[in-house]
């Protein structure tokens, strides 16, 4: 079975959970939660929980910090898919398997997809625990998802699914604006950032930071840039959200450790919570408006 009809088959899969009888109505929204911010999806009222497991050819986290769950339900009254975990390339999965949930999200018929993940600051005055909207990326995994033979059936969007496409904008603009918009409503400022992603599973050196430095990134991670690639190759707006989890190594003052990544992670879910159930509404009206 090819990569297509294998994401076909479990979003047939998915909508049927998610839609069937009183479920709520297919997502137009998704959210990716990141490393120790899945405690997130507690938000979303009247659930419908699908555990990755379930799912035909779905990819397992292996990672602690990702539960492997999808939940559907409402952020206020807009219909969102969440999903609580991802997988990673430094698991030991192929490129097509690590953004084969952004593909079958696609596939559900969402407009819009919200990353997160849990990030290495690297600007100097970011603090632990603050939030990022990412205006940018820079890729230094050593591979892109789209290599192989091009697909143009996961286009669904019109004029998406093409071999060569514009990454001008690949956050977009106006959700960037309506993410701020939310956080002033919140009580905290949203500045904006560029991730420069690694394939891990180690953390970066000193040098390797003061590299990225110089090439213009300001939060370091290993995810989160593959899937908005293939969700770009879609044609569904992203806005890509880091969580300061720690200071980028040589910036701080104790040796970097994934158990602080998830301590972070949960201290700043219920921030996060409120700004996610602040910004659905806003996103979703924004895309009411178009045909």
């Known amino acids: 079975m090819n990569l297509f ?34 405690a997130v999806a507690d938000a979303v009222r009247d659930p419908v929980i699908v555990s990755f497991a379930d799912i035909p050819h779905f990819p397992q986290p292996t990672s602690v910090g990702h539960s492997g769950r999808i939940v559907a339900g409402y952020l206020g009254r807009t219909p969102v898919a969440v999903m609580q975990g991802r997988v990673h390339s430094y698991e030991g999965y192929s490129p097509h398997e690590v953004t084969f949930p952004v593909r079958v999200l696609g596939a559900l018929g969402l ?59 690949v956050y977009s603009k106006r959700l960037r604006a309506l993410a701020k918009k939310a956080a002033d409503a919140e009580g905290f400022a949203l500045q904006e950032g560029i991730y420069v992603a690694v394939s891990g599973p180690s953390f970066e050196t000193p040098a390797e930071i003061s590299a990225f430095r110089t090439l213009g990134a300001t939060l370091v991670g290993m995810s989160t840039v593959p899937e908005t690639i293939v969700a770009r190759h879609m ?22 450790t994934h158990q602080e990544v998830l301590e972070t992670g949960r201290h700043v879910e219920q921030l996060m919570a409120g700004f996610f159930e602040r910004l659905a509404p806003l996103i979703a009206a924004a895309l009411e408006d178009e045909p």
């Open 235 to 256: 044609g569904l707006e992203v806005l890509g959200i880091s969580c300061v989890t720690n200071l980028a190594a040589g910036l701080g003052a104790s040796p970097l």
């Open 111 to 169: 407009r819009a997809l919200i990353l997160t993940n849990a990030a290495g600051g690297i600007q100097a005055g970011y603090r632990v625990g603050q939030l990022v909207a990412l205006a940018d990326h820079i890729n230094l995994m050593g591979w892109n998802p789209l290599v192989g033979a091009n697909e143009p059936r996961f286009g669904f969007r019109p004029g998406a699914g093409q071999r060569f496409f514009d990454m001008t904008e």
């Open 5 to 38: 009809d294998r994401v076909t088959e479990a979003a047939a899969f998915l909508r049927q959970k998610i839609c069937a009888g009183s479920g709520p109505p297919a997502p137009g929204i998704g959210i990716v939660l990141g490393s120790g911010l899945g």
